[in-house]
């Protein structure tokens, strides 16, 4: 037989209204009250990397800066520090380098600090042809994409989680003139 359940109250049992509820507060829970607060630990502060959009534009000022032959580094085949009129189109904590390439001369990246789980960084051609080239560890080739005029090229790296050494990228001058190409690194 079914059983019909009242919704009267019990007289045995307490009204609702004479026990109330604690009220809940975010005071004792630290996570929410310290949200958006500085921290006291340096460990602890915000380092918020830039984005993909920031390297671009700041690669194509510091490239347009670039296009008088003056300005250009008269070391070739070497990663050196733009010079400050190129440096002066970027902001914040955004290096910037530029490298020189004869004809048929080649360039590795430059190391990764052993500090830096990843990198990223836009390349941006300023004059002249070339061609990034990534190699195995074993030497073999394994792409190729030609930096374009007017066109930046992002590249990222990471340390593989399993130790695996990551491919060696090598920008190569494949044009008959001096290449000259800027490179902005977060």
């Known amino acids: 037989m079914l059983q019909q359940a009242s919704t009267a109250l019990r007289p045995d049992s307490a009204p609702a209204t004479a026990a109330r509820p604690a009220r809940i507060s975010p005071e004792g829970i630290g996570d929410v009250v310290d949200a958006g607060r500085r921290s006291g630990y340096a460990h602890l502060s915000e380092r918020r990397l830039p984005t993909i959009g920031r390297l671009v534009a700041a ?8 296009r008088r032959p003056t300005l250009w580094p008269s070391r070739r085949g070497r990663w050196q520090v733009a010079p400050r009129a190129a440096r002066r189109h970027v902001n914040g904590r955004l290096r910037v380098t530029v490298v020189a390439l004869d004809p ?3 360039v590795p990246e430059p190391a990764v600090h052993p500090g830096r789980r990843h990198s ?16 195995g560890p074993g030497g073999e080739m394994l792409s190729a994409a030609e930096l374009v005029a007017g066109r930046a090229r992002v590249v990222g790296s990471a340390q593989h989680a399993t130790g695996a050494r990551p491919a060696t990228q090598h920008l190569v001058n494949t ?11 977060a």
């Open 59 to 66: 690669a194509r000022g510091a490239a347009d800066a670039m």
């Open 120 to 135: 990223l960084e836009v390349l941006f051609p300023v004059s002249g042809r070339a061609h990034l080239i990534a190699s």
């Open 104 to 106: 048929n001369t080649f």
């Open 175 to 185: 044009g008959d003139e001096v290449a000259v190409v800027v490179r902005v690194t």
